[in-house]
């Protein structure tokens, strides 16, 4: 992770690793989404609800668009009901 990624996560991440506020800057949005996105593996299909569980953790009070913006950066996926993180980003 560069410089740059890492004070963006400083700059909307809380102590807890919880996010502060969504930026409006797609790829300050961008760098966050692939941080929260390692929380979950790859290829493991979930409902909505255990996508909800683990998204709250890191953004209580609009989880919903956190979700909508992974699934629109194409760092997860959707059909039939269930959510899985794509082969994207993968930190290593």
Known sequence: ???????????????????????????????????????????????????DAVLRAFYETDWVSLRRYLIEAGLMARADGLYWRTGGYVEV
Not at 11 to 18: I, P, Q, S, V
């Open 1 to 51: 992770m560069g410089a740059d990624a890492e004070k963006v996560l400083r700059t909307f991440l809380d102590e807890h690793g919880r996010l502060i506020s969504m930026p409006a800057k797609a790829g300050k949005r961008q760098v966050l989404l692939e941080h929260i996105v390692a929380a979950f593996e790859p290829g493991v299909k979930m409902t909505e609800r255990e996508v």
